[in-house]
């Protein structure tokens, strides 16, 4: 498959937002039900750590962090998501995206990012070990989706070898 990861542009998020509600659809990726509109997602994540992957006008996925804390000894650290098309599942478009997102997310100086994962989701928990995260616990039926089905969210967190150290 020929892409290019690039940055994230504002006039992307039509196509980002279509693979949100993929993601949203399948009821083990977000206990999201609605993608938010552009203002509210670009008011809750890092601007200078949000990537996709693009083959020419189309977006095949996304990666973007989201400040955990507003305070500052938490600076360096972040939660991760992560999105990938349904046509672009298990061509590694994931694992290309996901290792430059730690990349950059290092050259900025993130030394910690984490993420909370439906435990269903054996995908995105596949991925992260792939990438360089490992499990540091779990919650119990942290949440219910709205077809009532309760979840557990499996904890990941990579420590970056550069920074923090």
């Known amino acids: 498959m020929d892409y290019?990861?690039?940055?994230?542009?504002?006039?992307?998020?039509?196509?980002?937002a279509v693979i949100y509600m993929?993601?949203?659809?399948?009821?083990?990726?977000?206990f999201q039900n609605l993608a938010p509109s552009w203002e509210d997602w670009n008011n809750g994540h890092c601007r200078e750590c949000r990537l996709v992957a693009r083959k020419g006008d189309t977006i095949l996925g996304w990666a973007a962090l989201s400040p955990v804390s507003s305070r500052c000894v938490y600076a360096g650290v972040a939660e991760l998501s992560i999105y990938i098309s349904p046509e672009s599942r298990g061509q590694k478009v994931g694992t290309v995206l996901l290792n430059k997102l730690i990349r950059l997310?290092?050259?900025?100086?993130?030394?910690?990012l984490q993420s909370g994962i439906i435990r269903e989701n054996v995908a995105s928990l596949n991925l992260h070990k792939k990438c360089g995260f490992r499990e540091i616990g779990y919650r119990e039926k942290l949440g219910k989706m709205?077809?009532?089905?309760?979840?557990?969210v499996v904890l990941v967190e990579r420590r970056s070898g550069k920074v923090g150290n």
């Open 4 to 16: 290019i990861i690039d940055e994230m542009k504002d006039t992307d998020w039509d196509q980002i």
């Open 22 to 30: 993929e993601g949203i659809n399948t009821k083990i990726a977000t």
């Open 105 to 112: 997310s290092e050259d900025k100086g993130y030394w910690t």
């Open 146 to 152: 709205d077809n009532g089905k309760w979840h557990d």
